[in-house]
């Protein structure tokens, strides 16, 4: 595994990691955003072919998350859930089961339309609009803001940042990223089987790009700070 980058945010440590995670290491927790977990069941149920691995393989690398940084909490910043209940669902409640941490706590986000009720049989702590954890503030969607949390650092999701990359012939590559401003911050979608859009990193005070892991070598993705 690509050895993670660290930021100091508000006094605090987080560290960006190329399987598109942040981990609080003074809180033991590890961050990520739009899972959307039974997506690609959707997909499949709209005639569009996709295989079914896609979960699989993100739920496995999740797992190498929480284990490579200890992670003892979840913070999950909305879309764990792309629809209502299907066969992948049901797949991601027995997983859960043998999640190993301590707490999971979900910012319910835009996609998170299952009853609370559904979550809690799975252990999973449901926040409806943010949850504030000194100095931060978790929702879902950085621009929903509040006179309340005005003092806390902003970490989401939602946007599923990416950056475009040219090189010397013009050629260029769009890639996944992570993207901190001053006063708030975007994680890159977790799930691979999603979008990117399109942000300006003369905007922002960080900007970390994951690039994709070279195919022929076997290796994983690693991480380039572009600010």
């Not at 100095?135 to 939602?158: C, K, M, V, W």
């Not at 993207?179 to 300006?200: C, D, H, I, M, N």
Request: include cysteine.
């Amino acid at each position: 595994m690509t050895k993670p980058l660290p930021l100091q945010i508000h006094s605090q440590t987080l560290w960006a990691s190329a399987g598109r995670s942040l981990y609080w290491e003074e809180d033991a927790s590890l961050i990520v955003s739009d899972l959307h977990f039974g997506k690609t069941g959707h997909f499949r149920k709209s005639g569009i072919p996709v295989p079914p691995k896609v979960n699989r393989e993100d739920l496995q690398r999740l797992v190498v998350e929480l284990v490579y940084f200890g992670a003892r909490k979840l913070i999950l910043t909305g879309d764990l859930f792309h629809s209502e209940e299907n066969l992948e669902w049901d797949h991601f409640r027995r997983w859960r089961d043998s999640l190993p941490v301590e707490e999971f706590i979900l910012v319910r986000g835009n996609h998170d339309i299952l009853k609370t009720p559904a979550y809690a049989s799975m252990g999973i702590r449901v926040q409806e609009k943010s949850l504030s954890m000194n100095p931060f503030r978790f929702t879902h969607d950085p621009q929903e803001q509040s006179d309340a949390s005005r003092d806390l650092y902003t970490i989401a999701g939602h946007w599923h940042p990416g950056i475009r990359l040219t090189g010397m012939g013009k050629q260029s590559l769009r890639l996944p990223c992570f993207y901190f401003t001053q006063k708030w911050g975007v994680l890159p979608a977790f799930s691979r089987f999603s979008g990117l859009a399109q942000v300006e990193p003369a905007q922002a005070k960080h900007v970390i790009a994951i690039l994709p892991a070279e195919p022929r070598s076997g290796g994983s993705p690693s991480l380039i700070a572009l600010k």
